[in-house]
T-cell receptor, first 112, second 110 residues
Framework: NAGVTQTPKFRVLKTGQSMTLLCAQD?????MYWYRQDPGMGLRLIHY???????AKGEVPDGYNVSRLKKQNFLLGLESAAPSQTSVYFC???????????FGSGTRLTVV | GNSVTQMEGPVTLSEEAFLTINCTYT??????LFWYVQYPGEGLQLLLK?????DKGSNKGFEATYRKETTSFHLEKGSVQVSDSAVYFC?????????FGKGNQVVVIP
């Protein structure tokens, strides 16, 4: 019973490099989300998806892209990393909102 | 839009003390309300939830009651343990997502 799995768990990037964070869920959830967590800022929504093939912008989408080609996977891409993107990234998935989210364990990204 | 406000600042208390963390919300309609807990180095875990007015959510000794008249969902625990040290987030359902408060760090001293 894996739930929501994020890979990688840690990564250090140089400014300007690109990378993709992978989120996979095995609960057949329709909705998936990417958040970033920064000290004093709480959780901020980057992008989300309400179903396979759909994506939408959240509060802080600039500098990120996403794709949901398969229902179980939600990818977050950084095309040209910047130090301001140093953060902990969390993926979550859900059924209808009354049940709340299931979160992954996070990816700690440092951009130097 | 729908939003959640949590009390400012960390909470430090002694083991076996009573814990209250305030959460108030602004919403249209009838959102569901949640408390999440984040232990150091981990993701957020659902602690409890309530889906309609006057519902009481409870888990691991924590309780919160959905109060529509005061638009509140305060978290309480009667006797905290060191293992309850964590960050606690209040959240409410808003369209196709959850809106989170900024979280409260709780530190329990032996």
């Amino acid at each position: 019973n894996a739930g929501v799995t994020q890979t990688p768990k840690f990564r250090v990037l140089k400014t300007g490099q690109s990378m993709t964070l992978l989120c996979a869920q095995d609960m057949n959830h329709e909705y998936m989300y990417w958040y970033r967590q920064d000290p004093g800022m709480g959780l901020r929504l980057i992008h989300y998806s309400v179903g396979e093939g759909t994506t939408a912008k959240g509060e802080v989408p600039d500098g990120y892209n996403v794709s949901r080609l398969k229902k179980q996977n939600f990818l977050l891409g950084l095309e040209s990393a910047a130090p301001s993107q140093t953060s902990v990234y969390f993926c979550a998935s859900s059924r209808p909102m009354v049940y709340g989210y299931t979160f992954g364990s996070g990816t700690r990204l440092t951009v130097v | 839009g729908n939003s959640v406000t949590q009390m400012e600042g960390p909470v430090t208390l002694s083991e076996e003390a009573f814990l209250t963390i305030n959460c108030t919300y602004t919403a249209t309609g009838y959102p569901s309300l949640f408390w999440y807990v984040q232990y150091p180095g981990e993701g957020l875990q659902l602690l409890l939830k309530a889906t309609k007015a006057d519902d009481k959510g409870s888990n691991k000794g924590f309780e919160a009651t959905y109060r529509k008249e005061t638009t509140s969902f305060h978290l309480e625990k009667g006797s905290v343990q060191v293992s309850d040290s964590a960050v606690y987030f209040c959240a409410l359902s808003s369209e196709n997502r959850l809106a989170f408060g900024k979280g409260n760090q709780v530190v329990v001293i032996p």
